[in-house]
């Protein structure tokens, strides 16, 4: 098994994908609330963000934008208002796309949403100027081939967006903030979603994945030219950003 999501007692690929995916289909529901809550809100300001870092794209209007793993919307959503237009959102759980759904149709959004999976894409070469995911990127079965395929979709001079949990570089906060996580986290989360198994993946599933410096020398072997990053509140998460070279 090449490196991506390892829920525990999972041994393939095919069997991760199936874990995640109906595990978010047992969340989908509440989903929106427990993020909100359990980050005080502040994911909310990582993805306006990450709309502002890559609005430069949302405001050609020839742009084609797809939102990976957009689950419930929030990112799409985001960028939508930015964009003014529709963009195309997908994900491969159904349940987390009829909360985006509801969610299009009770704000009279227009995005269109796709029921896919990130690693084989409905789309051909060269489709977008930007792709973006949010907290997505972390759960793909295989890191190497979901950026094989991101790049393939995407145009020459199109950008890819990746916002994701990291490991907090400081050692006395990343202290703190995994006893939050593993501790605090599986038990507030499990309250709110009714699913504790969900919130105790989380955890796991950041610490399994590359830190920051490294997805960025992944992404640039994958071929993105330009890769850089940042930390985003005291490096809970990392925002990286990767180009495509123009012809
Ligand atoms: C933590 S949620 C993030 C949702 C949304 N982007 C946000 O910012 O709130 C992760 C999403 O990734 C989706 N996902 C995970 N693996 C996927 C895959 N291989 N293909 C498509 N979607 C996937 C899940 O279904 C879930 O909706």
New binding site residues.
Partial sequence: MGAGTTPQGIVSEREA?RW??TM?GRVAGR?DLA?HLLSANV?RHW?AHTVRRVRGILRRPDARVL?????????LFAMEQEAGRALIG????HP?LEQARAKIAAAGLRSVLVE????ALPAPDESFDLVT????FR???NYRAALGELRRVLRPGGALAI?EFTQPPNALFAAVYNWYSTKVLPIMGGLISGAPDAYRYLPESVQKFPDAAELADWMRNAGFAQVDWEYLTFGIAALHIGRVKSD
Avoid: I, K, P
């Fill in positions: 994908a995640v995916r978010f989903y993020n994911d993805r939102d990976l793993a957009c689950g419930t919307g929030d990112l997908s994900d491969f759980c987390m896919a999976d990130a690693l995911t949010a907290f997505g759960n793909f079965a916002l």
